[in-house]
């Protein structure tokens, strides 16, 4: 029963849906966006965009004193490429 609690725990603590992913995709979405219109370059946009989520993540960690999550940060990449694929194809 232990090993269930110890496989269980991580994902209570960091699920991978909820209203913080949304904010993670929708903010990496309207990054990405204003980021594309200005620069119409993807690798720039692409690495603006992630060092934000990353950055955010430090500041989560250091200063706020929680957890860093990478499932944050797949979040801000998918928001990323929606934000990117919106503006190249619409």
Same mark, same amino acid.
Do not use: N
């Given at each position: ?23 993670? /995709? ?20 692409? /690495? ?19 957890? /860093? ?15 990117? /694929? ?5």
């Amino acid at each position: 029963m232990s090993i269930k609690i110890l496989l269980i725990l991580p994902l209570l603590y960091d699920p991978f849906v909820g209203k913080d992913k949304t904010k993670h /995709f929708g903010a990496s979405c309207i990054i990405a966006q204003a980021t594309y219109i200005k620069t119409h370059s993807v690798a720039k946009t692409i /690495f603006l965009s992630t060092s934000i989520g990353v950055a955010k993540e430090i500041y989560d960690l250091k200063i706020k004193k929680t957890k /860093f999550s990478t499932k944050d940060l797949l979040w801000d990449f998918a928001g990323t490429l929606t934000g990117i /694929f919106i503006q190249r194809y619409y």
